[in-house]
């Protein structure tokens, strides 16, 4: 069966850039028709859609990140990327990756075990 | 957008019924049928459990139920057991392309 696993820097500065990778197992990101979507969740609080993007590249992204996100994917590898720019404290912050159903976040099973980013100096 | 609103902590005991609410508003629950819950476990990842309201994916037990009236979307936890203690989120689209998550209730059974 599918499975996803993020990988990526634990800590990140203060105003740097986040790279994160969902390397996906068990099934063909171009053969898929799937959407691909990171979703975050700051430690003890709820979840927040990041965004989604489509084997062609095609992205959908949450208005309130948009300004700050790129995903992107690259079917050789079978993976997708996540960069968010202008790093906070806010940001910090347990990162999920997720095979989704829609552009829009609301149906995504399975997801991976999430990596933990937080943002220091 | 606005996270939806759920009570924040709720509790049963074993073998109760338990109702999760979700309410939004005519722009994300209430315009659309494209609700979804999700149960996560302390230190795992969210577990898809119910679908366009009320469609459970393949494996979920039928205790749970969803549904939908006007603009707050119901989880309904049916015989509850000791492994549903968790935290349980919904989820509406939000129009535009744009997805939208519950603030979260955290289940007890007592």
């Known amino acids: 069966q599918v499975q996803l696993q993020e990988s990526g820097p634990g800590l990140v500065k203060p105003s740097e850039t986040l790279s994160l990778t969902c390397d996906v197992s068990?099934?063909?990101?171009?053969?898929?028709?799937?959407?691909w979507g990171w979703i975050r969740q700051p430690p003890g609080k709820g979840l927040e859609w990041i965004g989604n993007?489509?084997?062609?590249?095609?992205?959908y992204y949450n208005p309130s990140l948009k300004t700050r996100v790129t995903v992107s994917v690259d079917t050789s590898n079978n993976q997708f990327s996540l960069k968010m720019t202008s790093m906070t404290a806010a940001d910090t912050a347990l990162y999920y990756c997720?095979?989704?159903?829609?552009?829009?976040?609301?149906?995504?099973?399975?997801w991976g075990q999430g990596t933990l980013v937080t943002v220091s100096s | 957008q606005s996270a939806l609103t759920q009570p924040p902590s709720a509790s049963g005991s074993p073998g109760q019924s338990l109702t999760i609410s979700c309410a939004g508003t005519?722009?994300?629950?209430?315009?659309?049928?494209?609700v979804s819950w999700y149960q996560q476990h302390p230190g795992k990842a969210p577990k898809l459990i119910i679908y366009?309201?009320?469609k459970r994916p393949s494996g979920v037990p039928n205790r749970f139920s969803g549904s939908k009236s006007g603009d707050t979307a119901s989880l309904t936890v049916s015989g509850l057991q000791f492994e549903d203690e968790a935290d349980y989120y919904c989820?509406?689209?939000?129009?535009?392309?744009?997805?939208?998550f519950g603030s979260g209730t955290k289940v007890t059974v007592l």
């Open positions: 997720a095979r989704c159903r829609d552009r829009w976040g609301n149906w995504c099973d399975p």
């Open positions: 068990g099934e063909s990101i171009r053969a898929s028709t799937f959407y």
């Open positions: 993007i489509y084997f062609s590249g095609y992205t």
């Open positions: 005519r722009g994300d629950v209430g315009g659309y049928d494209y």
């Open positions: 366009e309201v009320t």
């Open positions: 989820s509406s689209y939000a129009g535009s392309d744009v997805g939208v």
